[in-house]
């Protein structure tokens, strides 16, 4: 019998909690996943999404229906340790995994994605699940990989169901770093690949939910030396290294369940006067130091075509975005101006200290992928630096 007739036997689910069954071709990991469904518009930079940390405990749908195509290497990847695979835990694909073609490739989607763990589906309607999310919200579900094809759909019916989701949930402990190190690698460049970085005229600790390499990267492109330090490290574990600037980075989970532990340290570091910088989930902490309030999404944002306006330029740039929860302007007390928002949804996405060198924004100014709009914000930390050592030094 000719293939053309024969009908294919699904080797992969998506089981929604309300017990919608969606059927796809496996490949990567064999096994099951349980996580928040979300979708990415990214056109580019499937590698770097989902070794992103802020996806951990996600599955992320691509909205761009050929993902693979560029096959996968070992420079594109955004945890620091990835050994450890934090990152997204499925992927969702519209059209099946073709052959890589690119001279940058070092092996295929599906093998890497087999290496890292990550459970994904391809054959998938990728608009009709997009629309789901826009309209009911980001469920939670198990993604399932049998290559026979077998499941118990009701016991994954079940998993999904009783899953309570992101709310409530710290993952910067398992995302962050678990003792402290230097980082010393600068910016990629065309055809030479990662830089060694300048030699350090600044020392900048980042306490680390769970960073991307390349915001490390540019603040090593600027002349830091940054030293890394664990999600738990106290104001005195920061304080020792007599930084020029700290930085809270981005990470994944609720929160308000990291900020039990982190926005003490927090509010004790904006008080000493050292220049602070936080993207994302750092952005989002700065915010609960300050007195402010986060929310849960509706759908979230993410993906590389954001726009969003600076009201201290009065500029609009396109930005990187990757993020479930946000900060709820109307929370912020009046020591604290808000910096930027969402032209898609009015959203906070920067904020502000009115009397000390603290800000955040809640996109990706480091991009990786994206556009390059905001990487004036790294431009702007450190010349925020070095005012502040002109100020110490009178």
């Known amino acids: 019998m000719s293939d053309a007739w024969t009908q294919r036997k699904p080797t992969a689910l998506l089981v929604l909690a309300d017990g919608t069954v969606v059927e796809g071709d496996g490949i990567g990991a064999v096994g099951e996943a349980l996580g928040e469904v979300c979708f990415n518009t990214s056109l580019t930079g499937y590698q770097e999404i989902l070794t992103d940390p802020s996806y951990a405990k996600q599955i992320v749908t691509f909205t761009f229906p050929h993902i693979g195509n560029v096959g996968a290497n070992d420079e594109d990847i955004e945890d620091l340790v990835p050994d450890n695979t934090i990152g997204a835990v499925g992927a969702i694909f519209r059209a099946e995994v073709s052959a890589p073609s690119n001279y940058r490739s070092a092996g295929g989607l599906d093998a890497w994605l087999k290496k890292r763990g990550v459970v994904a589906l391809s054959g998938v309607d990728t608009r009709a699940l997009t629309a789901l999310i826009r309209d009911k919200g980001m469920p939670n579900a198990v993604i399932a990989h049998n290559p026979d094809g077998v499941f118990d759909i009701e016991a994954l019916r079940a998993k999904a169901a009783a899953w309570s989701g ?5 993952l910067a402990q398992d995302a962050g770093s678990k003792q402290e190190d230097a980082w010393i690698e600068g910016p990629w460049s065309w055809n030479h690949g990662y830089d060694a970085g300048r030699e350090p005229a600044y020392t900048i600790v980042a306490i680390d939910y769970g960073a991307k390499r390349n915001i490390l990267r540019l603040m090593s492109g600027h002349g830091a030396r940054v030293v890394i330090v664990p999600p738990t490290a106290s ?15 981005n990470g994944p989970g609720d929160p308000a369940a990291t900020g039990e532990y982190a926005v003490p340290v927090i509010r004790e570091l904006a008080k000493s006067g050292i220049p602070m910088f936080g993207i994302c ?61 969402s032209l898609f949804d009015g959203t906070n996405c920067g904020l502000r200290m009115k009397d000390a060198p603290v800000f955040s924004v809640q996109h990706h100014p480091e991009a990786s992928p994206g556009p390059q709009d905001s990487h004036y914000l790294f431009a702007r930390f450190f010349e925020m630096i070095d005012g502040h050592r002109t100020k110490t030094a009178a």
Do not use: C, W, Y
């Not at 992101?166 to 710290?170: E, H, Q, R, W």
């Not at 104001?235 to 980075?249: C, Q």
């Not at 509706?298 to 929860?325: C, L, R, W, Y």
């Open 235 to 249: 104001a005195a574990d920061v304080l020792k290294h007599e930084p020029d600037g700290i930085f809270l980075s």
């Open 166 to 170: 992101l709310v409530g949930l710290d």
């Open 281 to 341: 989930l750092g952005h989002q902490l700065l915010a609960l130091a300050l007195g402010g309030r986060t929310e849960k999404m509706h759908q979230g944002h993410h993906g590389a075509n954001h726009p969003v306006k600076d009201f201290t330029t009065g500029k609009v740039e396109i930005v990187s975005m990757n993020h479930g929860f946000a900060v709820a302007a109307d929370t912020l007390p009046d020591s604290v101006e808000e910096t930027h928002v």
